[in-house]
């Protein structure tokens, strides 16, 4: 009876093994009876070739798979859970019919129990998992699918803090290659969650930049590696960061680079300097050059924001975007050039003020932070490096925007040392690109203003744009040299554009030249530049026409000294230092041998006479007459007989004053409030005589309005006119100018008839062939 029972049993169970879905059955045969003998490849095989002769049944078989994989994981049977897996893997790979998306979200379930479980090899089991599945392009779009998930359980895998460092840096590569396939499964599929969203973000980004930082210390096994599992945390965290901001398309730059900001604000990393500057190059470099402007702008908008933090964050914060602009300059400007200034400029007054208030308020409470002075001195110089380092990457016509931008600055305190950094390195070989008269006019105008920095720091500006042959070091120390050769100059033939330079501008530049020079508050190192400058301009741009002119000018300076006797006598006898030892230069440049002996001549006399005169001994002024000056009439006929036009050279060189120049005469640029105009008596043309300053008051106001108004009144008429000939008739044209011209031809035609009696008489006494007769006349 027994026997009978059992028989009974094995024949049910027979039958309904037999009566199982075939798929079951299928799936059933690909575990084998111990799991440490794998797949059962043969019979995988037949798995799927049956997934793929019937495709709809795919997604129960993933379903069945699932059902097993969730049975063996509760009863802690991994090695069937990884035969699972292998096989699921498996099908993903062979299989892109359009039913594929049920199989997959079967396929997803399991790889979420995986994740979800506390054995590391499990959570590393599904990552891998997932891995290849984000490297398949599924045929089918999916409409419902999440990955919100997968995004925070990778993310939470990245910060893994596990005992076993060896087990906590395998979860954590696991969590930054499963970003990574997230990030490749979602970012080109528009009907997914978009992975840019501050979501997604602020979990990727931080998760990544963690690993950036850890250093890795774990010592690796001598054993036979592949690459990958050679790769260190920070190499694939920098890998997959890269690969994540070259994915990144314009309006997802700010969701990208936003949790880097707050990342290196939360762990204090802007003080540091070192990580932030490498975050942000990688940043740049990854990113299409087109968006990079988007990322400066960000790090603006960014600094504004810590304007009140302490000057090391700043400090940071600038170095980074010193490194960043200058990258993104090499790459595409964008429309950031200004903005970049603009916001370096406002950090330097700000610290500035922080230093001379010591507090961050505008008024200092009890509660506000502590000014370290210190610090503030290393940020001023931070921004003043980044502003140099920046504009050196700009083309000529840039730079000079952007010191014309930063001259409309001045005078707020710091901005000097930040413009005489653009400068630095300046190189350009078309002078009128560089000195537009955009540029040059105010540049010019503030070489009379009484703030002597801002004097010297805009004569060093024109030097440094000048000098195209890097010449300027040449002529320091200044002093007489008997032979200029072993200045070893660089001097090259005027272009064309430089001869329409000086033709344009020559005359402002030696007239500001030369009032400069009458500047009481100068010293030696202005006079020391102004040499410089003249004799740049010498090496640098003088043609035949330049070199008289500036004889003239070196003249000019010499009467100067000798007659303004209100001058200091340190400024007389500097500018006589400074015609003696320009026109020893010029001399020995135009190679006229008298010119040299007689410049040589009077420069010996001045040694034994008044060695005072002469730059390497300025010190008092006496009674200066005879051989110890240069005479203009001299040297106006030995370059004479040289071929030189002297016409100009025997007419003394007078600067004009302008309304510019009057005005320019202030302490500095924003000094509105005691802004006074200067008025010129014009009653004398031969003497310009300066009346005392008026103040501004209603009626000098009023008066300034009147004139205004006249002037505009007479443009308007002058409009009509023109208005009037464009579009009037011609009888009406000829009718009004005939009765304005009629009266004046009828009196020449009465000086005509009167003086024609006297000639008569004297025209016949002159025989026709003796006549002279105009060149027009004769041919």
Known sequence: LQHTGLLYLMCVCGCCGALR???????????????????????????????????????????????????????????????????????????????????????????????????????????????????????????????????????????????????????????????????????????????????????????LLFNLQQEE??????????????????????????????????????????????????????????????????????????????????????????????????AGIVEVISEAAVIEASGSIGPTVLEVFNTLLKQLRLSVDYELTGSYDSFANMGSKVIKVHEERQLQEAVIKTVGSFAYTLPPYQRSEVMLFIIGKIPVPGMYPALGSVTAGFQSTNILTALPTSFLDPLLSFTLMEDAEIRLLVLDILIGIIDRHDNRHKFSPVRIISDISVLKLKVDKCSRQDNLFMKKHSQRLYRHIYLACKEESSVQRHFESLYTLLALICVELANEEVVVDLIRLALALQDLALTEEALPVYTRCAIHALSAVYLNLICQLTTVPTFCQHVHEVIESRKKLVPFLLPEDVLKLEKVEGEVLFVQTKIAEILGGSGYNTERLATAYIPQITDEDRLSKRKSIGDTVSLQLEMESRNSPEKEQRSTAEQITFETLKQAVDSVNVEELERERRRQVVERFQTAPFEEIAAHCGARVSPCLASIHTLILSSKSTNTALLRSIPVYEMKFPDLCVY
């Not at 111990?34 to 993933?62: Q, W």
């Not at 069945?64 to 069937?80: I, P």
């Not at 890269?242 to 802007?270: C, F, Q, T």
């Open 21 to 207: 879905p075939r798929y079951k059955r299928l799936v059933d045969n690909i575990f084998p009876e111990d799991p440490e003998d794998g797949l059962v490849k043969a019979n995988m095989e037949k798995l799927t070739f049956y997934a793929l002769s019937a495709p709809e049944k795919l997604d129960r078989i993933g379903a069945y798979l699932s059902e097993r994989l969730s049975r063996d994981v509760a009863r802690h049977r991994y090695g069937y859970v990884c035969i699972a897996m292998e096989a699921l893997d498996q099908l993903l790979m062979a299989c892109h019919c359009q039913t594929i998306n049920l199989f997959v979200e079967s396929f997803l379930t399991m790889v979420r129990k995986l994740l979800e479980a506390d054995k590391p090899n499990l959570q590393i089991l599904g990552t891998n998992s997932f891995v290849k599945f984000a490297n398949i392009e599924e045929d089918t779009p999916s409409y419902h699918r999440s990955y919100d998930f997968f995004v925070s359980r990778f993310s939470e895998m990245c910060h893994s803090s596990y005992e076993d460092p060896d087990i906590r840096t395998k979860i954590r590569m696991a969590g930054i290659r499963g970003l990574q396939g997230v990030v490749r499964k979602t970012v080109n599929d528009e009907l997914q969650a978009n992975i840019w969203d501050p979501q997604h973000m602020d979990k990727i980004v931080p998760s």
């Open 217 to 314: 210390g774990v010592e690796r096994s001598p054993s036979p590696e592949t690459e990958k599992e050679r790769e260190s945390p920070v190499e694939l965290t920098e890998r997959c960061f890269r690969e994540l901001l070259g994915r990144a398309a314009y309006g997802n730059i700010k969701n990208a680079v936003k949790p880097v900001l707050m990342h290196l604000d939360n762990h204090s990393l802007w003080e540091s300097k070192t990580f932030a500057v490498r975050c942000f190059k990688i940043v740049m470099y990854s990113i299409q050059s087109q968006h990079s402007h988007l990322v400066i702008q960000q790090l603006l908008g960014h600094l504004d924001a810590n304007s009140k933090n302490s000057a090391r964050v700043r």
